[in-house]
């Protein structure tokens, strides 16, 4: 599988950012899906999931309300829609995919949140 992230960038506090991860090399439909993020000095967390036919959603306590986990399965892509961006949601985000019992993971994308 591979996975590309896209859509980080430097937001105010405040702002929205969307989030993208295209999948290739699997059947997408097939994956489980997730965002987690990483900030500096922390450990990886994750932030939300999916599962293949988007019934069912999970996500963290500090995104929820705020942060909305979508896919799209004819276009093979997963979307994290964050809003109410604050500091503390800075982080590189990073897409997951589970597919038979293996994960696979993107290179992540830069999400700044700052003045």
């Known amino acids: 599988v591979q996975l590309v992230e896209s859509g980080g960038d430097l937001v105010k506090p405040g702002g929205s950012l969307r989030l993208s991860c295209a999948a290739s090399?699997?059947?997408?439909?097939?994956?489980?899906m997730s965002w987690y993020r990483q900030a500096p000095g922390k450990e990886r967390e994750l932030v939300a999931d999916?599962?293949?036919?988007?019934?069912?959603?999970n996500y963290a306590d500090s995104v929820k309300g705020r942060f909305t986990i979508s896919r799209d399965n004819t276009k093979n892509t997963v979307y994290l829609q964050m809003n109410s961006l604050k500091p503390e949601d800075t982080a590189v985000y990073y897409c997951r995919a589970r597919f038979l019992g293996l994960y696979y993971w993107g290179t992540g994308t830069l999400v700044t949140v700052s003045s």
């Open positions: 090399g699997f059947p997408f439909s097939r994956l489980l």
């Open positions: 999916i599962s293949t036919e988007s019934v069912n959603k």
